[in-house]
């Protein structure tokens, strides 16, 4: 029994290992860091997923609706309001969080496919806002206009819009800070009864526990982080996209943490990762890369569904 | 003028809400039985559509209005055999995200085969004459359209009512467990019963051909007003769906007399107002929430 | 004084009547047995006791308040924990994390997103005292999933015991069981009656368990309480040896 603590810790320094020497290792393989950059914001989008779709077993299809509210919060704060990428980023974490608090109310009750549709139309609704409130959000052309700024460190000012390398830390340590929280939540009393209500909804309730309402705080939980990884994708290009908002996005997460291994931890950042670098490359290799990404879908789910790293585990918190 | 721009607006409502009905009624039977949501479904509104083109020099329109429906049927049999029948036992999360990768494919396949383009179908010319020069934007089409949609509706609640397979489907929805108990061929039902929403798919496809002229990305469109109409209609009610499909469909047509660029977003208040208020849909049953 | 006071119950499903008119007492410490046969009604029965839904009309009233109006969780709060004829567990976990969830929120930690070192020590001892209560603590890092049918509810109870209830709702719990395995379950039972004390109403077919336990037992037929009593007068009550236990030992 003391083998798996130290196993596990092995893993994690690998992992962070791995993540920290990124802009070193990618460049001869033929990345770039910017790459890098990307995979790790959509592979904190698809865990934030996974908190609720892998741990808690809800299925919300409609997630990225959060994740593109946090890029356009964090674009239109640098636009109009504050010249503060600390800001920016806070104000999508917001904004996403806040949406997925009162419209998670509206879904509680709910399960199921019913579930998933309603979160399917709701997100929706903000890509039809995001696309027709144009003369805020700049419509289908996106929203433009900001670009991030240089972090004020006391003694430093950090450049991060031309440095892709200094960005890339940034958003590490960003991401370490998401990661850790979610990580400490799952540990803890209350991410045991996530498991718990995913594991068996009925005995969840007669043991006690409010079902709805505990559903209702992992949605909300998994929105603000949803919108704090939209907020940092507004700033890797500096540019928010109506498509961000769109199904076919939070179809794009699904996948990924599905890819990955929806019962594991890290499952859906390696999950993001093949499927960033798969997606990039069939685009650049083929015009109908499109079918090639629903053949992907439709293989995955028919004979891998449980992941890359669903090999390994048994689920535990 | 009003009225007349009204009642534009309402007859323009009616039909676009009886092409909502179409679809939504074909997501509902599917969903009701097998707890499956077809993303898909658009893809083979698109398919019957581009069948209907392909087949139409050799069988006229009038044969491709009744082949092309039942061969998307077809199709639709084999895609439910081959890939959403491994998955019924499972989490509805896969069915999902397979019918939402199929839903790609079938896009850019016909992208692929026919090119991104707009393709022309041809409806007999005396369809295509307006009614009087009054009523000018009720065309012969148009009626023609609305007609064969509530024909079609006829004919699937006469078929779910009379039929043995129809009162099969109804009693599957309600408690499959039991009807498999009963000895009845589940499997065989739910492809049945697929095939039959994919009939009303590819049927929209044809008549949407006819109206909005084809191509590939025509069937997104109708995707979401469709899940609308079953959420506001009541999951669970085919008779819901009905008055969800045509509710939202006039309700659009309404307000684009008065606020045009509202028209879409008022299917999603009609929603929103519904999941406030009744949560369980007009003619949704209680308890049908999972 | 009584642990639970059920008063005129009735359940209705549209035209059906589930449950009709339905009374009991049950006295703290006491062990009551409800059987009856097939489609008596005793599920609807635990169901309307344990909140699955309301009552069509009458009143519950638990440790001396009215409960009629409360939804599951506020029951199990109130003290009230309950098995399931078909174990309702998380296969997936282990013994020790599956009563520990229990007992986390019978401590009140649910909704806590972190616990101190003090605390998860008291709430590991309480899991393993409820584990040593019904014998598992050997296999207390299984899978539940895993284990033994009679082990499987055994894991159950625990759960059950784990929030510290006033009241034990035990639904078959030797469903499917075997000889050895219903011997298991039983001598469970029989501990958690007389030494531990707990007041208890179960569900059972089996007859050679409902004597050797009850202190009373309620017997059910088509929704309606035949007759009420020890087992001693129930054995002896003609009407229901008609209606109900025929050629039984």
């Known amino acids: 029994m003391t083998a798996e603590p130290i196993r596990k810790l092995i893993v994690l320094a690998a992992i962070w290992i791995v993540l920290l020497l990124a802009p ?216 928010a996209d109506p498509r961000g908002l769109h199904y076919s996005q939070s179809g794009d997460f699904v996948m990924m943490a599905v890819m990955g291994g929806m019962r594991s931890f890290w499952g859906p950042l390696l999950g993001a990762a093949v499927f960033v670098v798969l997606q990039d490359y069939l685009s650049s290799i083929t015009v109908n890369w499109m079918s090639f990404v629903g053949l992907l879908f439709i293989l995955v789910v028919l004979f891998f569904p449980r992941g890359l790293l669903g090999f390994f585990q048994r689920s535990k918190a | ?136 934007f009720i065309t012969g089409y148009r009626l023609f359209m609305v007609a064969v949609v509530f024909v079609a509706v006829a004919l699937l609640f006469l078929l779910l009512r009379y039929t043995r397979l129809g009162v099969r489907i109804r009693a599957g929805t309600l408690d499959l467990e039991t009807v498999a108990a009963l000895g009845i061929n589940v499997r065989m039902l739910r492809s049945l019963n697929f095939a039959v929403g994919i009939f009303l798919a590819g049927l929209s496809g044809v008549l949407a051909a006819g109206q909005l002229g084809l191509e590939p990305t025509m069937g997104t469109g109708l995707l979401m007003p469709s899940f609308i109409a079953i959420i506001v209609g009541g999951i669970g009610s085919l008779p819901g769906t009905l008055a969800g499909g045509l509710l939202i469909g006039v309700a659009s047509g309404v307000t684009a007399v008065f606020f045009p660029a509202a028209s879409e977003a008022v299917i999603y208040v009609m929603m929103a107002v519904i999941l406030l208020t009744r949560p369980r849909g007009l003619f949704g049953e209680e308890g049908m929430m999972s | 004084m009584n642990v639970l006071e059920i008063d005129n119950v009735t359940k209705r499903f549209g035209n059906l009547v589930a449950v009709r008119d339905v009374s009991l007492n049950v006295a703290q410490g006491e062990l009551c047995a409800i059987i009856g046969p097939n489609g008596a009604g005793k599920t609807t029965f635990f169901n309307l006791i344990s909140g699955f839904f309301p009552p069509t009309s009458g009143t519950i009233t638990f440790d001396g308040r009215d409960i009629t109006k409360l939804a599951t969780h506020e029951r199990v709060a109130r003290g009230m924990a309950r098995t399931f004829q078909i174990t309702e567990i998380f296969p997936e976990l282990t013994v020790f994390e599956n009563v520990r969830i229990a007992a986390e929120v019978a401590g009140g930690y649910r909704l806590r997103p972190w616990i101190n070192r003090a605390e998860a020590a008291k709430v590991a001892q309480h899991v393993e005292a409820t584990l040593n209560l019904v014998a598992l603590e050997t296999k207390n890092d299984r899978l539940v999933g895993e284990l033994a049918h009679g082990d499987q509810r055994a894991a159950e109870i625990a759960m059950a015991l784990a929030l510290k209830p006033h009241l034990l709702l035990l639904d078959e719990p030797t469903a499917g069981m075997g000889d050895q395995e219903t011997f298991q379950i039983t001598q469970l039972i029989r501990r958690l009656h007389r030494d531990s004390k707990y007041s208890i109403v179960l569900i059972e077919h089996d007859m050679r368990v409902v004597f050797h336990l009850a202190d009373r037992i309620c017997v059910l037929d088509q929704g309606r309480m035949l007759a009420q009593g020890t087992p001693q007068e129930i054995a002896a009550n003609e009407t229901v040896q008609a209606a109900y236990l025929g050629n039984a030992a």
């Open chain 1, 24 to 239: 070193f290792w990618m460049v001869p393989l033929g990345g770039y860091t910017a790459l890098a950059t990307r995979v790790l914001v959509l592979g904190l989008a698809a865990m934030s997923l996974n908190f609720l779709l892998g741990f808690t077993g809800v299925l919300s299809f409609g997630h990225a609706a959060y994740f593109g509210l946090g890029a356009y919060g964090a674009g239109l704060t640098l636009k109009y309001l504050a010249l503060s990428t600390p800001l920016a980023v806070v104000a999508g974490m917001l904004l996403g969080g806040l949406c997925g608090a009162i419209l998670g109310m509206l879904l509680v009750r709910r399960r199921g496919v019913y579930f998933a549709m309603v979160t399917i139309a709701f997100g929706q609704v903000f890509y039809y806002i995001a696309f027709q409130w144009s003369s805020l959000t700049g419509g289908d052309d996106g929203l433009r206009g900001f670009s991030r700024q240089p972090l004020d460190l006391g003694l430093i000012k950090l450049d991060i819009l031309t440095d892709a390398n200094n960005f890339y830390y940034f958003v590490l340590f960003c991401f370490a800070l998401a990661v850790g929280v979610m990580g400490f939540i799952l540990r803890s009393p209350f991410g045991r009864t996530m498991i718990a209500i995913r594991e068996n909804e009925r005995r969840s309730r007669f043991l006690g526990i409010p079902v709805e309402r505990h559903i209702w705080i992992a949605f909300t939980l998994s929105c603000f982080f949803m919108g704090f990884a939209g907020a940092l994708y507004a700033l890797v290009n500096n540019f």
């Open chain 2, 1 to 136: 003028m009003m009225t007349q721009l009204l009642l534009f607006n309402v007859t323009n409502g009616l039909i676009i809400g009886a092409f909502y009905v179409l679809m939504a009624l074909g997501l509902s039977l599917i969903l009701n039985l097998s707890n499956v949501i077809n993303f898909a479904h658009g893809g083979f509104l698109v398919i019957g559509g581009y069948i209907a083109y392909a087949i139409s020099p050799y069988v006229g329109f009038w044969g491709a209005l009744l082949l092309a429906p039942l061969l998307t049927a077809v199709i639709g049999l084999a895609v439910e055999r081959v890939l959403i029948r491994p998955l019924y036992g499972r989490d509805p999360l896969y069915s999902l995200l397979l019918t939402f990768g199929l839903a790609f494919m079938i896009e850019d396949g016909t992208r692929f085969i026919f090119g991104p383009q707009g393709k022309p179908v041809a409806i007999p010319a005396f369809l295509a004459q307006p009614l009087s020069n009054e009523l000018f």
